[in-house]
């Protein structure tokens, strides 16, 4: 079967509001014999002579004063989609936003989120996920609408960027540990007891090759899956734990934080979205609104 030709719908929408051919030539700027030819196509089209001459004028068949509503909303629904998107009124918008993130991200963020969102929407809603992996599925079909973590050589290419913030690791001991005193050097920090922050087994971390580099080894008694548990055994023993400053700054209460005594990669934390969401103004409003919260 093949495919209509749906231009013949805005060629009948005119034909059947004008009832003529000439002032449907004219609002169409076609020639009277080009809107005759596209009647014609109209007429067998449909099985219909849709207008048939009655004195010196043309009369809508009943096929056609059927089809005549139907027509124009079809005509209109058609340029509303192809329109530019308009203008959103967020006080009166209603959604709900799934943000999928590492551990910190909400207890550091997310407060100051919910009120730059409350300020303009006050009836948008958050919903926020834990990220347990990098798989990009979860924004490709709608599941997650914004993604915040580090983009990782596994990232999918279709999916869409933005830096948020620049981070680095820094160390974290209880208030009186040995290393809360004194010059912290890599031999220090490396024979001290560490607990490590692991989703998976995983290689060598970004703090053991800068370590390796200086011929040294530091030794993990305890690996954890969230930054958070790593900070709270930190706090309540003599472990070591590495975390990223600014992502986990507002539970260091308690805890002794010092730099790192060698250079690490920085970590570079962006939000990710599919590029289906670009053009929707909603999420344009909600990326930006995560944009001014993280660089403030």
Same mark, same amino acid.
């Given at each position: 079967?093949?495919?209509?030709?749906?231009?013949?719908?805005?060629?009948?929408?005119?034909?059947?509001?004008?009832?003529?051919?000439?002032?449907?030539?004219?609002?169409?700027?076609?020639?009277? %014999? $080009?809107?005759?030819?596209?009647?014609? !196509?109209?007429?067998?089209?449909?099985?219909?002579?849709?207008? @048939? =001459? #009655? +004195?010196?004028?043309?009369?809508?068949?009943?096929?056609?004063?059927?089809?005549?509503?139907?027509?124009?909303?079809?005509?209109?629904?058609?340029?509303?989609?192809?329109?530019?998107?308009?203008?959103?009124?967020?006080?009166?918008?209603?959604?709900?936003?799934?943000?999928?993130?590492?551990?910190?991200?909400?207890?550091?963020?997310?407060?100051?989120?919910?009120?730059?969102?409350?300020?303009?929407?006050?009836?948008?809603?958050?919903?926020?996920?834990?990220?347990?992996?990098?798989?990009?599925?979860?924004?490709?079909?709608?599941?997650?609408?914004?993604?915040?973590?580090?983009?990782?050589? %596994? $990232?999918?290419?279709?999916?869409?960027? !933005?830096?948020?913030?620049?981070?680095?690791?820094?160390?974290? @001991? =209880? #208030? +009186?540990?040995?290393?809360?005193?004194?010059?912290?050097?890599?031999?220090?920090?490396?024979?001290?007891?560490?607990?490590?922050?692991?989703?998976?087994?995983?290689?060598?971390?970004?703090?053991?090759?800068?370590?390796?580099?200086?011929?040294?080894?530091?030794?993990?008694?305890?690996?954890?899956?969230?930054?958070?548990?790593?900070?709270?055994?930190?706090?309540?023993?003599?472990?070591?734990?590495?975390?990223?400053?600014?992502?986990?700054?507002?539970?260091?209460?308690?805890?002794?934080?010092?730099?790192?005594?060698?250079?690490?990669?920085?970590?570079?934390?962006?939000?990710?979205?599919?590029?289906?969401?670009?053009?929707?103004?909603?999420?344009?409003?909600?990326?930006?609104?995560?944009?001014?919260?993280?660089?403030?």
């Amino acid at each position: 079967m093949s495919t209509p030709d749906f231009n013949l719908l805005i060629a009948l929408d005119v034909l059947l509001a004008e009832g003529s051919v000439a002032r449907a030539a004219r609002r169409l700027q076609l020639s009277a %014999s $080009a809107m005759s030819r596209t009647l014609a !196509r109209l007429r067998e089209t449909t099985g219909d002579p849709l207008l @048939v =001459r #009655a +004195g010196r004028g043309l009369v809508p068949t009943p096929r056609a004063l059927e089809l005549r509503e139907r027509v124009a909303q079809l005509v209109q629904d058609a340029e509303a989609v192809l329109r530019p998107a308009e203008q959103i009124d967020l006080s009166q918008l209603q959604r709900t936003f799934t943000l999928r993130s590492r551990d910190g991200f909400v207890e550091n963020f997310g407060a100051a989120l919910i009120a730059r969102l409350e300020q303009d929407a006050p009836q948008v809603r958050l919903r926020f996920m834990a990220k347990l992996d990098k798989d990009s599925s979860l924004l490709r079909d709608g599941t997650v609408d914004l993604e915040i973590g580090v983009v990782g050589s %596994s $990232a999918s290419p279709e999916v869409r960027s !933005r830096i948020l913030l620049r981070d680095r690791f820094v160390g974290v @001991v =209880r #208030a +009186g540990h040995a290393l809360s005193h004194g010059a912290i050097t890599p031999e220090r920090y490396a024979s001290a007891r560490h607990v490590l922050v692991a989703r998976r087994a995983q290689g060598v971390t970004t703090m053991d090759e800068s370590l390796k580099a200086l011929g040294l080894e530091r030794e993990v008694t305890t690996i954890v899956g969230e930054f958070p548990a790593a900070m709270a055994l930190a706090r309540a023993s003599d472990l070591v734990a590495t975390v990223p400053e600014r992502h986990v700054s507002a539970q260091q209460h308690g805890l002794f934080s010092f730099a790192l005594p060698f250079d690490t990669p920085p970590l570079v934390v962006s939000m990710l979205w599919h590029p289906r969401m670009d053009a929707d103004a909603a999420h344009r409003w909600l990326r930006e609104c995560v944009r001014e919260v993280c660089s403030s």
